[in-house]
């Protein structure tokens, strides 16, 4: 029997989960839940409901697994919580602070309805997380470093998109060349947040906009812009649309360590991802871990997971024997 998938919010991140599951041959789409208007929301799968979100307790029988594709800010705290009381449930919960609060939150509801749900599912965090904890563990002397982009940052874009006289935006983070030289050459210098990355913003302000006073706030906007080095370009709507139109992402978690009796020895272990859509490959990932979350509920398990918890085999649809044939 296929996994039974149901989409909680149809924005980027909800369209890549529909497309993530046509690929994926375990999984089936039962229905997508939506807080707009279902009528006015074309999906890609015919014969699936689109549903009214308020209704989305109906189909408890319907679902094997619900992924929560809304924002970090507002939406997953609240929306997470309340359905792991009658869903096995995924996030992409990615406010880092914030997730052991959200665990517990979650924990709570899931262990007292017996269901599964794992969170802050996605490549950061998720797979860089992994990938810190691995190469810490096998390199217990060394440094951690995490770099983002070349990409966008759907979060930045929508602060600049809130400034008055702001029409729309687009905003890259950039590692900075010279530090990640620095860290691969094993080096493990001590980088402040300005030196690591750089920000570029695309603007297109509305007519008659005070451009002078957009940049100032893009510039001093706390928690967003001013710890860094931020240039900012204004352009036409019809240049935006042309040029940066896609939602790229990507980066590399690096650990530079040593071993040997003087610790004379440095070695350098390096993960990185280059993405042409940030919601796509998220998306893929969500799968992955439904697929685990669905095992985990059918062999009794409960509570919240986070992709430390999960064992690799369980993201696989395939045998532990093709596995461990193909793959060790």
């Known amino acids: 029997m296929n996994i039974r998938i149901g989409i909680y919010g149809y924005g980027n991140l909800g369209r890549g989960v529909e497309c993530a599951i046509r690929q994926n041959k375990d999984t089936e789409l039962a229905a997508v839940f939506t807080r707009r208007n279902p009528e006015s929301v074309k ?3 015919d014969g699936v409901p689109v549903l009214r979100a308020a209704d989305a307790e109906k189909m408890a029988d319907k679902i094997d697994v619900m992924i929560l594709c809304g924002g970090s800010a507002t939406d997953l705290p609240e929306q997470t919580p309340a359905l792991a009381h009658r869903f096995n449930v995924i996030d992409s919960f990615d406010t880092h602070a914030k997730i052991p609060d959200h665990f517990k939150a979650v924990d709570a509801a899931a262990k007292a ?3 599964v749900g794992i969170i802050s599912v996605g490549w950061d965090p998720g797979m860089f997380s992994l990938n810190r904890l691995y190469a810490g563990a ?3 002397d060394g440094c951690d470093y995490t770099f983002w982009g070349k990409g ?5 874009s929508d602060a600049i ?3 008055d006289g702001v029409k729309d935006a687009k905003q890259y983070t950039i590692p900075v060349p010279e530090a990640l030289e620095a860290v691969r050459s094993g080096s493990n210098p001590e980088l402040t947040t300005r030196q ?9 302000a509305e007519d008659n906009a005070d451009k002078a006073r957009i940049e100032q706030e893009i510039k001093t906007m706390p928690n967003y812009f001013s710890d860094y080095d931020t240039t900012v370009h204004f352009i036409s709507q019809e240049e935006l649309d042309k040029n940066h139109g896609g939602i790229p992402h990507g980066g590399f978690v690096i650990r530079s360590g040593k071993t040997g009796a003087e610790l004379e020895n440095t070695h350098i272990i390096e993960y990185s991802l280059k993405l042409d859509s940030n919601p796509e490959f998220t998306a893929s990932v969500l799968i992955a871990y439904a697929r685990a979350a669905f095992r985990l509920s059918s062999e009794g398990a409960s509570g919240c997971k986070t992709v430390f918890d999960i064992p690799p085999a369980y993201l696989r649809a ?3 024997e093709y596995l461990r044939a193909h793959l060790l």
Do not use: A, D
């Open 43 to 45: 999906i890609l799968t």
């Open 113 to 115: 309805s017996g269901k």
């Open 138 to 140: 096998i390199l217990s």
């Open 152 to 156: 966008v940052s759907q979060g930045h």
């Open 161 to 163: 998109r809130r400034i």
């Open 196 to 204: 690591k990355h750089t920000r570029e913003c695309f603007v297109v």
């Open 318 to 320: 395939e045998s532990g």
